[in-house]
Nanobody
């Protein structure tokens, strides 16, 4: 019904950059807040950054100044530009979106399948 498909993960050296992309598809009426979460081995999933439909952004402290979230409302796509990557950024990154689906009144949370980001020399 609704799919979030992420891409752009990979292996990068410390100090390097990566750009994650998440595209939503399906019977979508509207998309509210979109965000990126990450989960490192043995740790809980945590919010990295989020952006409202109107463009208001929120970042976790560790992402401020290094990561930039943006979105294209027409394409239903959210991006995460990551710079100055550190080994501690290594995690599976998940896309999240609050979506109203055709035929439904309520807004539901949807998740992508995750994309691995590994920062290592």
């Amino acid at each position: 019904q609704v799919q979030l498909v992420e891409s752009g993960g990979g292996l990068v050296q410390p100090g390097g950059s990566l750009r994650l992309v998440c595209a939503a598809s399906g019977s979508i009426v509207s998309i509210n807040t979109m965000g990126w979460y990450r989960q490192a081995p043995g740790k809980q999933r945590e919010l990295v950054a989020s952006i409202t439909r109107g463009g208001i952004k929120n970042y976790t402290d560790s992402a401020k100044g290094r990561f930039t979230i943006s979105r294209d409302n027409d394409k239903g796509t959210v991006y995460l530009q990551m710079k100055s990557l550190k080994p501690e950024d290594t995690a599976i990154y998940y896309c999240n979106a609050a979506i109203r689906v055709s035929g439904q009144v309520d807004i539901s949370d949807y998740w992508g399948q995750g994309t691995q980001v590994t920062v290592s020399s």
